[in-house]
């Protein structure tokens, strides 16, 4: 530190910001294919927050279910129609919208538990880690899929929200030994010694000090947290214990025109396209977030 | 007067898988009101174990001993209870720690780490914490300090790190700063500013500051008493001139020998033979004995006492009974090659 003393000393004030979230967003906007990445992401998120005002159908109207189904695509139906005369695009469009929600809405889930577990256990330590690491042990034996299809096999006709909710409540158990991990390190950091010096309470600094120093793990498990349930959705819609119809999911789209797959091959394409493109985005953002945060 | 901080007999230990380790055995001093005291020592000593116990920083597997006492201000921080104990750190009294990289937290601007201080202590609004903040980073000679609160640990110097944490020791106005090393990961040039900046801001306060430190430059320049540490004792306690003038303990004799002087053209610098044993096995009776010019065989059986060897001056060595030693220098028995390279 001495050496860059004089130097580092005169660094413009004119540009006084730089947290951990600002360092992110700004690296991500100097790379190329993360640029691509979150313009495209911001076209899905945009579709589906308007689905509403762009849809052409309704996604759950069924006009004519003998003359208009399967019908491939035309001008009148860009995507088709399904087996019940419903407009494919439509349901497409409805799809990303239920399909980010889900996988938002579950990845919260997911965050507040890992975090929560993560940071408690590696900040107590000794034996309430020990025994809490164990518990989990336990639960990451169980692989995730099998634990959800136990679930939605016993209880068939599960709402969205019960839904989310489980793909949330299976998905934090990686998460929370990362922030664990994370938390023990620190927390011998003089910075935390400084802290309790200064009178803090364990509380705060678990929530003040440590926490913030997670952001950047947390932010990109959290990126590539959203793709994997967006994926896990899918693959349980496909099977037909996901989303309930008539709802629109990816997944549940693909599920509809599965049974005649190679002669109804819109209704897999354009759901898979859509689902691909955004997998693929967030895996790209969440890598390069990566790269940044690691490299520092 | 009673004076502000009064340790008696502290012990930390530390119970490791090596042994218990007894990196304070017995340590007792006094700090009055706007004195500065150092304690000098080198790594391993204990000097820093003893900051940290004081504010009961102490972490497991170490523990301060029960019959400890540190009084401040009427209270024993050995058996107070957490709230209040959190009440006095920070706020009566605070510390200032030697990397002040490390001891910043890397993703929060220095002026939110100076008012959380505030906000800690004093349920003031956020506002009025940063204004406060702001004002004290004045306080402590940065420049355009409203730009520079808002900056982040990475894009401050080391000085003016350094001068961030004396900011957050110092806002509370406490009774007493610790400053462990505060100089010593600093440039020279830096270091005699932010000395100065201590003093005077001491002076403006009157606060109490406990100096720790290996550097007697520092000692010799800041404190007015000097207590030195061995091996987890103090070996000897005297006034910073007392000191410098009549070093009575072998160890401080040797430390200031080992210093390089201006003017005087030596080849190499004078070291103290061998190291500072494990804190697991301390010998039985003198535990410099190993390392001391002086020493004969008494001692090695015989714990030295705390002997009064002048006024406020008094130094653990047996020398105090047997003055006549002093003539009679040798090699310590340890081997000579194994301290050349120290």
Redesign the interface.
Known sequence: ??G??????R?D?AK?????LGLGVRALLRKRSSRVALVVLAVIVLIAVLAPLIAPYDPAAQPDIVAAKDLPPSIAHPFGTDPYSRDVLSRVIYGARLSLMIGVLATLVSLTFGVAYGAISGYAG?VVDAIMMRFLDALLSIPRLLLLLGVLVAWPHLSIGALILFLGLTGWFGLSRIVRGQVLALK????V?????????RR?ILV??LL??L?SPIVVAATLGIAHVIVLEAGLSFLGIGVPQPLASWGNIIYDGSDQIARLWWMSLFPGLFMVTTVMTLNVLGESLRDVYERR | MTPLLSIRDLRTYFYTEAGVARSVDGVSFDIGEGETVGIVGESGCGKSVTALSILRLIQPPGRIEPGSRIEFEGKDIVTLDDNAMRDIRGNRISMIFQEPMSALNPVFSVGDQVAEVVRVHGGVSRRRAWDRAVETLALTGIPSPEERAKQYPHQLSGGMRQRVLIAMALIMKPALIIADEPTTALDVTIQAQILDLLLNLQKEFGTSILMITHDLGVIAETTSRVIVMYAGEVVEEANVTELFAHPHHPYTEGLMRSMPHIGHDTERLNVIPGTVPAPTSWPQGCRFFERCRYSWDLPEHEHPPLYDVGANHKSRCHLAKEPQRRNQPHDPLVIREGAGAA
Do not use: C, I
């Open positions: 530190m001495p860059q003393t004089q130097g580092s000393a660094t004030p006084p910001r730089e947290s951990p000794g011998h950091a003089e910075f010694t400084a802290a309790e010096a200064l009178g803090a309470s705060r003040r000090h913030p120093n952001v």
